[in-house]
């Protein structure tokens, strides 16, 4: 079963929509349940996130996740946001069931992809990150995961 607010943030997501002219665009998926997750950040020039909006097409767990991601990183430092986690995530949201962990790593990687992106755009380095994949499964070998 779902927590409370795992119900709360898919019922009531926070943060969807877009940000024209968002200083960091990421977008990630999940080839085998097919979700896909959009991450639109703002940022201004001090590196605070002023802004974060979703788009996400997948289950109620991807949505939450991506709800509760967006609310993670708003008005945190590029670094700050470097530090939110797939574990923050599902801890915020009181846990996620086994089956459901990919989601809260889709949301991580979002992220990810949003901060590569702004770093690209600005000619920048941020510690720590590296170059998202489209894929989350990408790179792991043809074997059937058990979640």
């Not at 709360?8 to 929509?17: E, W």
């Not at 992220?111 to 894929?135: F, M, Q, R, T």
Request: glycine fraction near 10%; charged fraction near 30%; aromatic fraction near 6%.
């Amino acid at each position: 079963m779902y927590s409370e607010k795992v119900m709360d943030h898919f019922s009531n997501p926070r943060n969807v929509g877009e940000i024209e002219g968002a200083s960091g665009v990421g977008t990630v998926g999940n080839a085998k349940c097919g979700d896909i997750m959009r991450i639109y950040l703002d940022i201004d020039e001090d590196g605070i996130i002023n802004d974060c909006k979703f788009k996400t097409f997948g289950c109620g767990a991807a949505v939450a996740t991506s709800s509760m991601a967006t609310e993670l990183v708003k008005g945190k430092t590029v670094q700050e946001a470097m530090q939110v986690t797939n574990k923050a995530v599902m801890e915020a949201l009181d846990g996620l069931p086994p089956v459901k962990v990919h989601c809260s790593l889709l949301a991580e990687e979002a992220i990810h992809a949003a901060l590569w992106d702004y770093a690209e755009k600005n000619g920048i380095v941020i510690e720590g990150l590296e170059k998202p994949k489209s894929d989350v499964h990408e790179g792991e070998d043809e074997e059937e995961e058990e979640y």
